[in-house]
Each structure stands twice: as structure tokens, then as C-alpha cells.
């Protein structure tokens, strides 16, 4: 099961925690994996881990938000994807009032407009070919509320909004559309937003505090429901929103 040979995939963001996880998982159940990332020396990090293992790899440098840099990724890969995870994303601490406009049109930008325009640049030779996975990498906080992320958030509910929209417009030609919502993972991501309190350790509690389990999940755990929505097993599975929170979302 969950078998991926013969297959393509994109990972953005793949420089490192959650993608370079997706990245590896992928490559060891057969695929061709590009990974692809601003930080051209992480993606270079992940493809040679994934080569040292006897897994089929490529870094790419890739801005989602340039299209040059998209073209180009285009251009490289030179053939249809099975499967795209839209994984690169950015985040910051602050409520409305503590918010610049500067810092909302940096998360938009990013985490929406790249995605819209990453999946719109890949998205035609699957539905040519009428198959293909497209797992965009949302959070909890596209289905609920965080405190003092704002943006993030705002955001990210825009992530789980576009993955319905793709999946009602396009899911009938084969290709299907889902987003993964994790809750607080332990990746270089989140130690940047954790710097960015005045108490780091307080702030690692607390965050901790939302999962039941008492910890922050594994990139490798992410990875494993990526894995799943890129195999064939998840055929039926198309407009979701994958939760993977650790009953952060079942209430406290």
C-alpha cells in the first residue's frame, strides 16, 4: 500500500522540517521527488539525504511568488506531475491591532497568492492527463481560531477555501485536492515564531498545551498523511480538510 513508483512530485518548502519530511516519505515509496525551495542549500540538504538513501531526487531553487522562478521550475522538471504539495509558507505573531498592513500582504502573498499561482502553473497537464494529487499544507488555524496569529490564520482559512474551491471546480477530471491541517509541529518554522516572544519557554508551553498528547507532533507524522493523499489508497478522498491536531480542535 500507499506505493508511489513511477510517480512525480513537487514538494515546495522542502528545505526543511515538514517538507524535507514529505520530501524523504515520498522518495522512499518510489517516487521522483523535486525539491524545491527558496534556500537553495536546504533543498540541496534534502535532495542529497534522499540520494544517500537510494531515493530519486532534484533541487530546485524556487520562489513560489515569482513566476520566473516557477517557469523555470517548469522548465526543469519537464514533465507532468502526479503529485504537488504546496508546503512553503510563512507566519508571524501578532493580533489585528499589532499587525502591519506590511506584515498581512507578506503571509497573503506567500501562503495564498504563491500557492494560487504555484497549483495554476501545474495544474493543466493533470487535468489533461485526468489524475494527479494536489495536497496543500494549511493548519489548524484554517479551521479554527489561534491567538495572537492573526494573519497566519486569516491566511490559512484562505488555504482550506481554495483547496474546496479547486476540488469542486476540477475533481470530476480525476485530480484530486486536500489539505493537511496539522497542529503545532516541532520544525525550524516554528522556532522562528517562538522567538519571536518575550518569553520563548513560556510561549513553547503553552503551544505544546493545545495538543492532548502534551508535545508538539513530528514532521514525520505530517508526512505520513502526505504520503496517504499521494497514493492511489486515497482515490475517494478529495476537498478535505486532513486534521492532524492531537484533539486541539475537539475542544478544551
Known sequence: MFSLIDKVALVTGAGSGIGAAIAEAFATAGAQVFVADRDEAGAQAT???????????????????????????????????DILVNNAGVGAVGTILTTSTADLHRLLEVNVTGTFLVTKAFLPPMLERKRGSVISLASIGGLVGIRDRFAY????????????????????????????????????????????????????????????????????????????????????????????????????
Open 153 to 252: 490564520t486569516t491566511s490559512k482559512f484562505a488555504i482550506v477555501g481554495m483547496t474546496k474551491a479547486l476540488a469542486l471546480d476540477h475533481s470530476a477530471s480525476g485530480v484530486r485536492f486536500n489539505a493537511i491541517c496539522p497542529c503545532r509541529v516541532e520544525t525550524p518554522f516554528v522556532a522562528k515564531r517562538l522567538a519571536e516572544y518575550p518569553d520563548p519557554v513560556a510561549a513553547r508551553r503553552d503551544m505544546e498545551s493545545t495538543q492532548l498528547a502534551g508535545r508538539m507532533a513530528r514532521p514525520d507524522e505530517i508526512a505520513a498523511a502526505a504520503l496517504y493523499l499521494a497514493s492511489d489508497e486515497a482515490a475517494m478522498v478529495t476537498g478535505s480538510s486532513f486534521v492532524i491536531d492531537s484533539g486541539w480542535s475537539a475542544g478544551r
Open 47 to 81: 535532495s542529497a539525504r534522499i540520494g544517500a538513501a537510494g531515493g530519486k531526487a532534484q533541487a530546485l531553487k524556487l520562489d513560489i511568488t515569482s513566476d520566473a522562478d516557477i517557469a523555470a521550475a517548469r522548465a526543469a522538471i519537464g514533465k507532468p506531475l
